[in-house]
């Protein structure tokens, strides 16, 4: 198979390689997926570049968790009968040294998730960390609920657009931060209320402004150090901050309004969701996606070869969308 690995961390020109690897046969609990497309996100990127939440310790690895194809062997204890079957999958790369961003990949059958008719291999290069994540920003701690406020900094990103939409469909509504007019267009076609341009107003005042003073009952963020210093001051009593990334491993927290907000902090990590709370969410991102009920964004693909060039695109940040790789 073709496979493109990395041996040390570093620039994606400079440690990426593509070459020929033998296929990889299934073991027993094991399926093996033959990949159509390969997700690359940004803690692929960390990852590669050795600064993510798991350095390889590997002595070669092929990179990428997320990824979708078909299943063309199974291993023992796995039904012949899930042969032919179109998936996606999650966790390929996390605590494992070869990920999708190869003609094949084996993992654990649990892995491996049935598409629903209509959801196409592009789309769903995309689910197991974007999609995931957003359902667990919207659903932990006993979810959002109808006509309350949210907020979800980053929304035209790859998790704020799936979290914009999955709290718009439980009636809440939605005040997103973005950085550009493109990105406010994109943040509305999801289903956000409003819309603040980070870089063109004061995010915290018009908070306060949209919500009459109350605030909001949940904060989706993407970035908690960059933006602790004022997300306190517009949360509504006993809300809740729903914490998937950060631009610094540490920030500052003031005690003072935290407590006397009753504000809650839920840090979390998709690699690590619980298999209760997995399963629960492959459920109802499966409901929604045979429901039809979610749009997909694929800002840009390339090809096996370039995928120095894929993993380039998704460090500058300037896509609008995921970054997927045909093989």
Known sequence: MRAAFYE???????????????????????????????????????????????????????????????????????????????????????????????????????????????TDFGAAACFGIPALTAWQAVETDGGVEKDQWVLVNGGAGAVGHYAVQMAALKGARVITTVSSPAKAAHAKAAGAEVIIDRKQEDVAARIKDVTGGKGVARAIEVDFSGNIAWLPSVMADYGLIAIYGSSEREAPVQFGPSILGNIGYRFFIVYNQPKAFRQRAIAGLTDLLAANRLQHSIAATFSLAEIAAAHEAVER???????VIEL
């Open 8 to 118: 040390k961390p570093g620039p994606a020109r400079d440690v990426l390689q593509v070459t020929e690897m033998p296929d990889p046969t299934p073991q027993a609990g094991e399926v093996r997926v033959k990949i159509a497309t390969s997700g690359v996100n940004p803690s692929d990127v960390k990852m590669r570049m050795g600064t993510g939440s798991a350095v390889s310790q590997y002595a070669r690895t092929i990179p990428h968790s997320d990824g979708a194809g078909v299943i063309d062997a199974v291993g023992e204890g796995v039904p012949a009968a899930r042969i032919g079957e179109r998936v996606w999958v999650w966790n390929a790369r996390w605590n494992r040294a070869f990920g999708t961003a190869a003609e094949f990949v084996t993992l654990p059958a649990e892995q491996a998730v049935k598409l629903p008719q209509g």
């Open 317 to 323: 940040g300037a896509t609008i969308g995921n970054v």
